[in-house]
């Protein structure tokens, strides 16, 4: 009796130690966080109605198919899907460990990019063709400079002294510098917001962050004083101070000034879907990718532009508390970065909109068309579920 007894005491074991694995491993599933998931998704959604819009009458003028880049954004779409399922299912920390050749790969495909193999679109070389695809090595450069200097500061266990931050810089610098020559002011923009945002929740000290500073004011005095920023870009960044005036419509402040129209004839409630005559006759151009906004602002007006960002603070708010209630701080830091840049690509991008921003060429978080961006964006939602389903 005691033999048989132990023997299915020993089994009963075996099924509970089986179990507990199972367990283990499938916990972080239960932790989901579907309100992240399902307000990229509606913002996705919303972008998809908005480009078919933007490209309509162009497209069927030329004879193309009307939903042609809806469809290639539809491809992004479960690519990006998938990226998310990826990076949310394996632990993030392993990130950590892959960190350095993220770096090195997202270096190598931005050195591509400004030789004969990278393709150049309205004056900047910024996309490199696959297959068909294009794709633009700066946005995966924002997701593998994120991991990397998070992973980097990670190290410093909270105390990054002055080699940290030296070290920090001189990692972000050949991206940005890289970036730079495409020309791509914009992500350039971001790099630097980045960098800022990291150093600050990390601990930097506060001599550092001034110092920081002062000379970020003498590098773009210095550049603008040797044109290594070239007059076309200057023009756009002004041009928005101008716009308002009537001869600006034949100057930099063109897309400024019609961008501003489209969005103020939508008034409260907009004109409705497909009804926009600014959108329907590309007025503004790149109204598919940059100036996106425009066409929620006419056909939707106030309340349509509201949704929009509403949806956008809740991203704000779930990626927020994700930073806060992280386990470590690599989690911290990787979800604190992903809300700066969704931060202020959205402020830059919706302010060039309505005329309190230049014009940096800055897309639309989920909105805005680009296969690459989606994709980025969705692998960022990601590594925020992955970092949330984890912090216990």
């Known amino acids: 009796m005691e033999i048989g007894y132990s023997e299915d005491r020993r089994q009963r074991m075996m099924r509970d ?10 916990a972080p599933v239960r932790h989901l966080d579907p309100v992240l998931v399902l307000t990229a998704l509606a913002l996705t959604a919303i972008g998809l109605v908005a480009i078919y819009s933007a490209k309509l009458v162009a497209l069927t003028s030329q004879g193309r198919s009307p939903s042609e880049y809806v469809s290639n954004q539809l491809i992004a779409l479960v690519l990006g899907i998938l990226v998310m399922v990826i990076l949310a299912v394996l632990d993030y920390r392993y990130l950590r460990v892959f960190a350095p050749a993220l770096y090195g790969l997202s270096l190598i495909l931005l050195v591509l990019t400004i030789t004969p193999l990278g393709t150049e679109i309205n004056g900047s070389q910024r996309w490199i ?75 930097v000290k506060v001599r550092y962050l001034f110092g920081l500073t002062a000379a970020g004011v003498g590098a773009v005095v210095f550049a603008l004083q040797t044109e290594l920023i070239q007059a076309y870009q200057v023009s756009r960044l002004t041009a928005f101070l101008n716009a308002g005036d009537a001869s600006a419509a034949q100057s930099a402040a063109f897309q400024t000034r019609q961008s501003l ?8 409630a907009g004109k409705g879907l497909f009804q926009g005559t600014q959108t329907s006759l590309s007025y503004v151009p790149e109204n598919h990718t940059d100036f996106i906004f425009t066409v929620i602002g006419e056909e939707f007006g106030f309340l349509g532009a509201s949704v929009v960002l509403g949806l956008y603070l809740v991203l704000v708010w779930r990626g927020l508390r994700i930073a806060i209630l992280a386990k470590d701080d690599f989690g911290t830091y990787v979800a604190g970065g992903i809300v700066a840049i969704l931060t202020l690509q959205v402020f830059i991008n919706i302010g060039m909109t309505v005329g309190i921003m230049p014009v940096t060429g800055l897309p639309l978080p989920f909105v805005s068309y680009g296969g690459t961006s989606l994709i980025v964006w969705f692998g960022m939602v990601g590594m925020l579920l992955n970092i949330h389903m984890r912090r216990f």
């Open 17 to 26: 130690q089986v179990q507990s694995r199972w367990m283990a491993a499938y």
């Open 261 to 268: 129209i489209a969005v103020g004839s939508g008034q409260f």
């Open 129 to 203: 063709v696959v297959g068909g695809f294009q794709l633009q090595p700066s946005e995966l450069a924002k997701l593998a400079v994120l991991v990397t200097l998070a992973s980097f500061l990670h190290n410093a266990k909270g105390e990054p002294h002055g080699g940290y931050v030296a070290a920090a810089l001189a990692l972000v610098l050949a991206p940005i510098g890289l970036v730079f020559v495409q020309p791509d002011l914009g992500t350039s923009i971001v790099f630097m917001w980045l960098t800022a945002v990291l150093f600050l929740i990390s601990g």
